[in-house]
């Protein structure tokens, strides 16, 4: 079984600009989260879609958007680009959205913000 | 402000003895603790958890221990092994919700 993939890996955007980037989770997960790591910040949560709904989101600014569509993929979107936005983004597949199960993660997309 | 937080930002072990990485939180709501390794260019695979009513769970040569009152947990590795290597992260769960709260993570490296 594939694992989740995120395309592209690598990206470089200077400010002002807007990015989407992409992720396809494993086959049969509903829900798809969205995770922004930073060097010394860990992993911040930025928002869970589920059957195409946004479920929950975290503490980011509006600049930051999502979508998921039909068959589970997902896109999230980051307009008029800053600095700090340079990250690696991750993307998490589970198999459904009520109760706990394990999220897989995909590789990231490394963003660089000039 | 982090709920959950992991003081050491390294750790260096010898081959074959214990790593032990520790992590702290906040919120009183998390009922579901979770240890996840990362290598570079990888995203980060889930290791070990444990639920806030126990407070061990052990697979092979991982622990973890969940100490509620301290509102600390840590993961054991014995015998540690230089394929351990990596930035090991704790993320925690909100009985509220689905979300997972992370630390900002470990680097463990065991030297030969």
């Known amino acids: 079984k594939a694992g989740v993939t995120q395309t592209p890996r690598y990206l470089i955007k200077t400010r002002g600009q807007q990015v989407t980037l992409s992720c396809s989770p494993i086959s049969g997960h509903r829900s798809v989260s969205w995770y922004q790591q930073t060097p010394g910040q860990g992993l911040q949560f930025l928002f869970e879609?589920?059957?195409?709904?946004?479920?929950n989101k975290g503490n980011f600014p509006g600049r930051f958007s999502g979508r998921q569509f039909s068959n589970s993929r997902s896109e999230m979107n980051v307009s008029t680009l800053e600095l700090g936005d340079s990250a690696l983004y991750l993307c998490a597949s589970r198999i459904q959205g009520e109760g706990y199960n394990e999220q897989f993660f995909g590789p990231g997309t490394r963003l660089t913000v000039l | 402000d982090q709920q959950v937080k992991q003081n050491s930002p390294s750790l260096s072990v010898q081959e074959g003895r214990i790593s032990i990485l520790n992590c702290d939180y906040t919120n009183s709501m998390f009922d579901y603790f979770l240890w996840y390794k990362k290598y570079p260019a990888e995203g980060p695979t889930f290791l070990i958890s444990?639920?806030?009513?126990?407070d061990k769970n052990e697979d092979g040569r991982f622990t973890v221990f969940l100490n509620k009152s301290a509102k600390h947990l840590s993961l054991h590795i014995v015998p540690s092994q230089p394929g351990d290597s990596a930035v090991y992260f704790c993320?925690?769960?909100?009985?509220?919700?689905?979300?997972?709260?992370f630390g900002g993570g470990t680097r463990l490296m065991v030297k030969p």
């Open positions: 444990i639920s806030s009513i126990k």
């Open positions: 993320a925690a769960r909100n009985n509220a919700g689905n979300m997972l709260t």
């Open positions: 879609y589920f059957s195409e709904t946004q479920r």
